[in-house]
């Protein structure tokens, strides 16, 4: 299958305002997520950064945390 680009994804992810990972998934299984979107972003897109980078929501996993 053919998907939008990383980019043109997070923009439209951004704008469903999900949470979190779990989230996403439940979204996905019910189809509410736009067509031209992969189920597993982490794997099929190259320039994956991470969940928060991707869905926009400023969380940021425990082990990606820096601490000073």
Do not use: C, H
């Not at 979190?20 to 979204?27: I, L, N, R």
């Amino acid at each position: 299958m053919k998907y939008i680009s990383y980019q043109e994804a997070k923009t439209k992810i951004k704008d469903l305002k999900i949470k979190s990972v779990k989230q996403y998934y439940e979204m996905f299984k019910n189809k509410q997520i736009p067509n031209g979107i992969p189920r597993n972003p982490n794997r099929d897109y190259e320039d994956f950064v991470n969940w928060s980078d991707f869905l926009g929501n400023g969380n940021v996993a425990a082990k990606d945390k820096e601490f000073y």
